[in-house]
């Protein structure tokens, strides 16, 4: 039995789960029933939608809303909030040092030829620093829990984390449609996460840029699956949305093009991969970038967040080591673990996976949204055959962690609520003026019984996510 | 405001408005093709004139049919400017713009979008007729909308700017199918062909009530293009047009605090209205006049393209 945010680990309801227990007992048969299908409603109309690759039928599908919220406690967050912050205040240094004086490698703490080679190492950031300093603005950490104590990192998102826009307008819906509950509960606000964004990308501007530095939201257009994001982040911050071929360099600074003339602009929060980023730098055929920003980045006229770079730290095999960087940058123990892993392009390691890969889950390294990875318990014996080739093939690509038993929320299904498996996203903001934690976050369901695999593109869910006051 | 959003808005604009006029062109075809006539092949020529109006005379061969025009302009996926890809036009235009919209706005050209699946490819006369109308009543849907809802800032004028280009456009053009229209052999000028073909046009531009509220006359070409040209209390005519762009562009200088070329072309080409006579119009050539007005407004959509939108 895995252990569930209700009832722990099957005895009494736990205390922050106690006011909803009573007003679930109270509430009328049918009516959460009755929410959720009004949520839908909602949802539809507004156009909250997640385009999913590979789905030409419903380019532009809705990811479903369990009504049920998933509920922390102040005393776990207040812990949770503490790792959050240490784990992201190392990557942080991480990236200072690997793109700077790389004493990490020469302590031995990280294999040279692990940072050096992996694909999502920048050599165009060695010697280089971002204004400010400032490597990971916007992080998303993803953690899954076991036990009461049992938090765990399984990935550290560091490129262009998404799924923020589903942390505001969860708690609108929820909001909306159990007022009540809201007035039982003592759940702090998420509603304030814009203007700690705001706060954050201005602190991050070039020095040059004055004390009201032009910001901008870059996005690859109306076709990418986060698009709604997007324009919705735009919009709360009360920037400009822009596309690539709104902008251009001249003299080494950024330019946007408005009905007004040439505008510069200070910090482009870039939800565009650092591949696609400028074509005169990295992939030529990239029609989403902006010829010559990194000129101007290098330049230091203009902040990019987050900065180029940042994959090599959330990079899987990287992620092996964490515990010891943050050993390393901030001399303390770490308070978040990392999931036990098995680093496949070690022949002891992968050794021990092949013979037991019916019990574990293989990700591909670079890998995400939960595409190229095999969960074993739930794999049928083709698919764990043909995977332990790719395996044998390609052992550098891939990482083993054993199968765990993520907590279990309880979820609304054809009416009845059963525990399903659930993760936990808190998005973490950095600047010089700190770390800071939103107080929420996302939760993702996986909606099958049985099923660990959270992912939106995969048939997850999401709920909206309560950190209590007291 | 960005000058990707503006281009959006000012095409969204064109969009529906040309979606618009296409519904009407094809309105007013089927009504002239019907009038019963001696020769052979005048439906072919009613046919051919209503490509020739919506800027496209040589699409479809030497002989257009009925059936062939009416998929060409309404549905065509190889006409870039047929009813389908106007609505799927202005709406990709709107999607990428969501945010400067306000959502009944956003919601009339969604659901304009979404009503094309519903809609279909109706193919007997009937059903075609019911889309045609259906046409009309989304696009209105959606100028009530911009009217009611949004903001007066640049984002509106934008839009309402692209919206009286093109309707200058599709007035003038309306107006010239009646050139193209050749009266069949034994149909005298101002006889009951030529009079039932002006009094089409008027019902399409819904003006033939307008007209007999202003002339107090019968129907006679000079004073249906006098309505059409000159008249400002036709919110259709050129004139009016071009008082609605001269209107939005002052009000985009006013509001950036600078004029630009498109002021002063838009400026040069009212005080010209301010000047004409019909009579002179007609001396020298409806068709020539329409002609040199089309080309001209071409320019002023290039003028306005360079100084805001690109």
């Not at chain 1, 994959?311 to 770490?334: L, N, Q, W």
């Not at chain 2, 405001?1 to 281009?7: F, G, K, P, W």
């Not at chain 2, 007997?124 to 809802?149: C, I, N, P, Y």
């Not at chain 2, 009212?270 to 050539?285: D, L, N, V």
Request: with cysteine; charged share 25%; hydrophobic share 40%.
């Amino acid at each position: 039995m895995a252990f569930d945010e209700m009832s722990g680990d099957g005895g009494d309801v736990r205390e922050s789960y106690r006011g909803l227990a009573r007003w679930l007992a109270d509430a009328p048969e049918g009516l959460l029933q009755a929410r959720s299908r009004q949520a839908e409603l909602f949802f539809r109309r507004m156009g909250v939608t997640f385009a999913v690759y590979g789905d030409a039928e419903s380019s532009e599908r809705l990811i479903p809303f369990d009504v049920v919220p998933r509920i922390i406690g102040a005393t776990e967050w207040a812990g949770l909030e503490k790792g959050l912050i240490q784990r992201v205040s190392a990557i942080n240094a991480f990236l200072a040092d690997i793109y700077g004086a790389q004493e990490c490698i020469k302590a031995g703490i990280v294999p040279a030829e692990l940072i050096l080679t992996n694909p999502q190492y920048a050599p165009e950031m060695q010697g280089r620093r971002p204004p400010r300093d400032i490597w990971v603005q916007i992080a998303g950490v993803d953690l899954v829990r076991t036990g009461e104590d049992g938090f765990y990192v399984l990935e550290d998102n560091c490129r262009t984390p998404s799924g923020v826009s589903y942390m505001l307008e969860n708690r609108e819906m929820m909001m909306r449609l159990f007022p009540d509950l809201f007035a039982d509960y003592p759940v702090r606000p998420v509603e304030t996460y814009a203007d700690m964004l705001l706060a954050s990308l201005r602190a991050c501007a070039p020095e040059a840029a004055g004390a009201d530095p032009t910001i901008v939201v870059l996005t690859p257009g109306p076709f990418n699956s986060a698009y709604y994001e997007h324009s919705f982040l735009a919009d709360k911050l009360g920037v400009e949305l822009v596309e690539g071929r709104d902008l251009f360099v001249d003299d080494g600074r950024v330019f946007m093009r408005t009905t007004e003339g040439r505008k510069q602009v200070d910090v482009v929060y870039r939800r565009i991969d650092d591949a696609f980023l400028d074509p005169l730098t990295f992939r030529p055929d990239s029609a989403l970038g902006v010829p010559g920003l990194m000129t101007a980045y290098e330049a230091g006229t203009v902040t990019l967040a987050n900065a180029v770079g940042t994959g090599v730290a959330d990079d899987k095999a990287v992620y092996t080591y964490m515990p010891e960087i943050i050993r390393f940058f901030t001399g303390e123990e770490p308070i978040l673990k990392n999931v036990p892993t098995w680093r496949c392009r070690e022949p002891e390691a992968l050794k021990h996976v092949l013979a037991n890969l019916g019990d574990l889950v293989v990700k591909e390294v670079g890998g995400s949204g939960g595409y190229g990875m095999l969960v074993g318990p739930a794999a049928s014996k083709t698919e764990i055959e043909a995977f332990r080739k790719k395996l044998i093939n390609d052992p550098d690509d891939f990482i083993a962690q054993p199968t765990l038993a993520l907590s279990t929320a309880p979820t609304l299904d054809k009416g009845e609520l059963h525990g399903r498996h659930v993760d936990l996203r808190p998005f973490v903001l950095s600047s010089p003026e700190g770390v800071k934690v939103a107080p929420g976050g996302l939760t993702r369901v996986a909606l099958k019984p049985g099923s660990l695999v959270v992912n939106s593109s995969q048939g997850g869910g999401t709920k909206d996510t309560w950190v209590l006051d007291v | 405001m960005l000058s990707r959003t503006a281009d959006s808005l000012y095409w969204t604009g064109r969009y529906i408005e040309r979606a618009d006029f296409l519904a009407r062109i094809l309105e007013a075809t089927i009504r002239l093709a019907a009038i019963p006539t001696r020769g052979d092949g005048d439906a072919e020529t009613v046919w051919a004139s209503a490509l020739a109006s919506a800027g496209a005379p040589k699409a479809l061969g030497r002989s257009p049919t009925e059936k062939s025009v009416r998929e060409y302009l309404a549905f065509a996926p190889d006409n870039a400017s047929s009813i389908t890809a106007c609505i799927t036009r202005a709406r990709t235009n709107a999607r990428s713009v969501r945010t400067a919209l306000t959502v009944e706005l956003w919601e009339a050209i969604n659901g304009a979008w979404n009503g094309l699946a519903e809609q279909g490819q109706p193919t007997r006369r009937d059903d075609f007729g019911h889309f045609l109308e259906w046409v009309k009543t989304v696009t209105l849907s959606v100028e009530g909308a911009a009217s009611r809802t949004m903001l007066r800032n640049d984002g509106y004028y934008f839009l309402r700017l692209g919206a009286a280009i093109e309707r200058a456009d599709n007035t003038a053009r309306l107006l010239d199918v009646k050139y193209h229209l050749l009266l069949p052999e034994g149909e005298r000028v101002g006889g009951q062909l030529d009079y039932f073909q002006w009094t089409t046009l008027l019902r399409e531009v819904s003006a033939l009530t307008a007209y007999r509220w202003v002339y107090r006359d019968s129907v006679k070409p000079w004073l249906v293009a006098d309505l059409l040209v000159l008249n400002r209390q036709m919110p259709r005519s050129l004139a009016s047009c071009q008082t609605s762009i001269v209107r939005y562009l002052e009000r985009l200088a006013s509001d950036y605090g600078r004029r630009g070329p498109a002021q002063r072309l838009a400026a040069e080409r009212m005080r010209a209205f301010e000047t004409s006579k019909i009579e002179t119009i007609f001396q020298a050539g409806l068709h020539e006049y329409i002609q040199s007005f089309l080309a001209e407004n071409g320019r002023l959509g290039q003028a306005i393209t360079e100084q805001y939108l690109s």
